[in-house]
């Protein structure tokens, strides 16, 4: 993440996604905060025009005034981010540069994520994997999977923003690809949201409850066409939930499944309408 990308079209949704998952989870927030850059990226930022209002303000209307404000006084900063999301969460904004001690600078950000339910990360350019051919450790816009794993063990789940590449076979086969390879590497539930708008990024939840799956999914219906939920495995079980979670499944689940057990005939027949229980 770098201070000029603030306020660009991927940061509207990628913070509108915090703020949703934030609502009933403490996150922590790893930006993976780099020097800037001397291209042209970060300028989408035609969405925040009055022109344009009616097509995007509706989906979150106080973040996008707040992102309008920010880059009309020309604030475009990455604590400025901070100040309007939810004070409940944790940052980690320590620079990650090439003199940096990657190994002391990541221990510092898992010191920031205890006792956080979600971590997001977010690199430049997303996760590094064998099939990019890319040196994981040479690069410090993007996140190892390494790190990924030790976050998934320390918080439980972890958001990851990717943002698509080149490789061969397209961006469906990517997601697809480096998702599985995320389940297999964490051995954890994954789902992805992609996002279309202008350069095609991904967010890739490794999850262990239900509740954050469905969350995505809720999210992504809500922004749709700009957004679209893609599950990579199996969503987790709702029988993990505890029994007060607001999207506790347990006791539909429970009952469908003894209704197939029962007509598979895994249970004795429990009525017999043809016996009479009445006679001695």
């Excluded at 404000?69 to 980690?92: D, P, T």
Aim: with cysteine.
């Amino acid at each position: 993440m770098q201070d000029r990308y603030v306020g660009d079209i991927g940061d509207y949704i990628k913070l509108a996604l915090l703020r949703r998952l934030g609502e009933r989870r403490a996150v922590g927030v790893a930006w993976y905060r780099t020097p800037d850059s001397n291209n042209n990226d970060g300028r989408h930022i035609d969405y925040l025009n009055e022109d344009r209002e009616s097509e995007w303000r509706h989906f979150d209307p106080e973040l996008y005034d707040n992102l309008r404000q920010l880059v009309r006084e020309n604030l475009r900063k990455i604590r400025e981010l901070e100040g309007i999301l939810s004070r409940s969460m944790a940052f980690h904004t320590e620079l990650l540069d090439r003199k940096t001690d990657r190994s002391a600078w990541f221990e510092n950000l898992l010191s920031t994520m205890v006792d956080r339910d979600l971590a997001f990360l977010d690199p430049d350019n997303g996760i590094s994997w064998p099939s990019l051919g890319v040196d994981p450790s040479a690069s410090i816009k993007s996140v190892k999977i390494d790190e990924i794993q030790a976050l998934a063990k320390n918080s439980g789940e972890v958001l990851i923003y990717h943002h698509q590449t080149r490789r061969p076979g397209g961006h469906e086969l990517e997601v697809i690809d480096l998702g599985k390879y995320l389940a297999d590497k964490t051995g954890m539930h994954v789902c992805a949201l992609r996002a279309k708008s202008w350069s095609p990024r991904v967010f890739f939840l490794v999850a262990r409850w239900l509740d954050t799956w469905r969350a995505c999914e809720k999210f992504a219906a809500q922004w749709d066409p700009h957004v679209r939920f893609i599950p990579i495995t199996d969503p987790p079980l709702g029988l993990d939930l505890p029994p007060e979670s607001p999207y506790s499944e347990r006791a539909d689940r429970t009952a469908q499944d003894f209704s197939r057990r029962l007509a598979a005939g895994e249970f004795p027949k429990l009525f017999d309408p043809n016996k009479d229980y009445q006679k001695k």
